[in-house]
C-alpha cells in the first residue's frame, strides 16, 4: 500500500464548476499538508499549505485536512481553464526526512 | 513566496557528454535541497537528497556515478548528469526545503529539460 494514494484522473469539468480533488493516507504521524499546481513543463508550484488538520481558504481555493479520516481535499470554486493542470497532494511528518507525493491528478477545465 | 531558480531551463547536448544543472534558492536559505526527475505524464521520481557539507542520499535504483550532486551553501546545489546518454532525456527538478515551527515545505524550481542526442 503506497503511503500516499491519489487518483490520477483525468477529471474533466467544464468552467464555472467546483472542483474537488483528494489524497488519502496512511502514516498518521504526517502533520505537514500540502497541494501543488504543476503546468505542463513547469516545475510544480506550492499552492496551499495546511499545519496539522482544519479548513484554509486562498481566494478560490479552500485546503481541508481530516486527520480521523487520513484525508484530504483541495477545493477549487468557479474554476478556470486556467486551472487545467496536474494538482499533487504532498504530506511530511514533523522533523521527517522526505515529503511524500501523491501522484497527481490531471484537471481539464473546458470553457 | 519563497522563489527556486534552475539553470538552464533547457539543454540539448550530445551522448556521452556532461551537463551541469544548478539550482538556488534565492530568498532563504534551503536546510535540504532535492532533485527529482520526471518523464511526460508521470510523478514527480526522487532521484536523491542533499544537505549542505555533506554527501547526498541517492534513492534506490539512481546512480551515484553518474548523477552527481554537490551542496556548496545553503542556497545553491548542483546535479551534474555525467557521461548523458539519450536514456537520460527527461525533466529534472529541484526542490528547496524550509522548515521550522509549523512550517515544512518545499520550493520548486522550474525545471531544466534535458535533451540527449
Known amino acids: 500500500q503506497k503511503e500516499v494514494e491519489q487518483d490520477p484522473g483525468p477529471l474533466s469539468v467544464p468552467e464555472g464548476a467546483i472542483v474537488s480533488l483528494n489524497c488519502t493516507y496512511s502514516?498518521?504521524?504526517?502533520?505537514?499538508f500540502m497541494w501543488y499546481r504543476q503546468y505542463s513543463r513547469k516545475g510544480p508550484e506550492l499552492l496551499m499549505y495546511?499545519?496539522?488538520?482544519g479548513n484554509k481558504e486562498d481566494g478560490r481555493f479552500t485546503a481541508q485536512v481530516d486527520k480521523s479520516s487520513k484525508y484530504i481535499s483541495l477545493f477549487i470554486r468557479d474554476s478556470q481553464p486556467s486551472d487545467s493542470a496536474t494538482y499533487l497532494c504532498?504530506?511530511?511528518?514533523?522533523?521527517?526526512?522526505?515529503?511524500?507525493f501523491g501522484a497527481g491528478t490531471r484537471l481539464f477545465v473546458k470553457a | 513566496g519563497a522563489v527556486v531558480s534552475q539553470h538552464p531551463s533547457w539543454v540539448i547536448c550530445k551522448s556521452g557528454t556532461s551537463v551541469k544543472i544548478e539550482c538556488r534558492s534565492l530568498?532563504?536559505?534551503?536546510?535540504?535541497m532535492f532533485w527529482y526527475r520526471q518523464f511526460p505524464k508521470q510523478s514527480l521520481m526522487l532521484m536523491a537528497t542533499?544537505?549542505?557539507?555533506?554527501?547526498?542520499?541517492?534513492e534506490q535504483g539512481v546512480e551515484k556515478d553518474k548523477f552527481l550532486i554537490n551542496h556548496a551553501s545553503l542556497t545553491l546545489s548542483t546535479l551534474t548528469v555525467t557521461s548523458a546518454h539519450p536514456e537520460d532525456s527527461s525533466f529534472y527538478i529541484c526542490?528547496?526545503?524550509?522548515?521550522?515551527?509549523?512550517?515544512?515545505?518545499?520550493?520548486f524550481g522550474p525545471g531544466t529539460r534535458l535533451t540527449v542526442l
Open positions: 526542490s528547496a526545503r524550509t522548515s521550522g515551527g509549523d512550517t515544512d515545505t518545499q520550493y
Open positions: 502514516n498518521s504521524a504526517f502533520q505537514y
Open positions: 495546511t499545519y496539522s488538520s
Open positions: 504532498a504530506m511530511s511528518t514533523m522533523g521527517g526526512f522526505k515529503t511524500i
Open positions: 530568498d532563504f536559505q534551503a536546510t535540504t
Open positions: 542533499s544537505n549542505e557539507g555533506s554527501k547526498a542520499t541517492y
